[in-house]
């Protein structure tokens, strides 16, 4: 069957720390993914792309990899801070007519000072 | 500065009435998607639009119907409400390419 699983739903670093997710799927073969944070009571704000043969991306202190082979993305937040304390979801694209994003469940960051 | 805006943050229904939920975006986005969000279960996608007047189902569209009359504006209609509907719904917008999605602030609906 097919799936997309964000390792933990929770996860707890310390500030300063890299903070590392992890997205895996079966049985997809998404052209891109994507990454968006979350923030309690609100909607997720799109964060990072990378499309398939791209092996990394970085943002500023985001950085995503995609490796295709082991059906997986890392999403690393380096030098944390507790702002970026929130969830963090999956997202693939298939890049197929008449089909939408697939999100997983997200991992909670918990940046603590 | 692109925007999702819905029509309330926060609303209480009853059994059985029919809600209205709208979405309007000012990005000029071909594609509109509707989903809900629950503990545990994550984003599930209900309904979906390309275009005007068109829409496909997505993975829960039972006891929804959406509606598309401009680009702008996508409406999601919960046709009688029942308490398994009680969540929180979110909107979004995107390009032809969807390269980025765009999400309103989303609906905290309780139905009682």
């Known amino acids: 069957s097919q799936k997309i699983e964000q390792n933990s739903e929770a996860l707890n670093i310390q500030e300063g720390k890299t903070a590392t997710l992890t997205c895996n799927y079966t049985n997809y073969s998404p052209a891109y993914l994507q990454w968006y944070r979350q923030d309690p009571g609100r909607g997720p704000v799109f964060l990072l792309l990378?499309?398939?043969?791209?092996k990394e991306k970085r943002k500023e202190r985001l950085k995503v990899t995609f490796d295709t082979t082991l059906k997986q993305s890392l999403f690393h937040i380096t030098a944390s801070q507790p702002a970026d304390s929130a969830t963090y979801l999956c997202a693939l694209d298939l890049r197929q007519a008449g089909t939408a994003l697939i999100f997983g469940k997200g991992t909670t960051l918990s940046v603590s000072s | 500065d692109v925007k999702v805006t819905q029509s309330s943050r926060y609303l209480v229904k009853r059994t059985g009435e029919k809600v209205f939920l709208e979405c309007v975006q000012d990005m000029d986005h071909e594609n509109m998607f509707w989903y809900r969000q629950d503990p545990g279960l994550g984003l599930r996608l209900i309904y979906f639009s390309y275009d005007v007047k068109m829409k496909e189902k997505g993975d829960i569209p039972e006891g929804y119907s959406v509606s598309r009359e401009k680009k702008e504006r996508f409406s999601l209609i919960l046709e009688s409400a029942s308490t398994n509907q009680t969540s929180m719904y979110l909107c979004?917008?995107?390009?032809?390419?969807?390269?980025?999605?765009?999400f309103g602030p989303g609906t905290r609906l309780l139905v009682l």
């Open positions: 990378i499309r398939e043969n791209e």
């Open positions: 979004a917008s995107s390009t032809p390419l969807r390269e980025t999605q765009y």
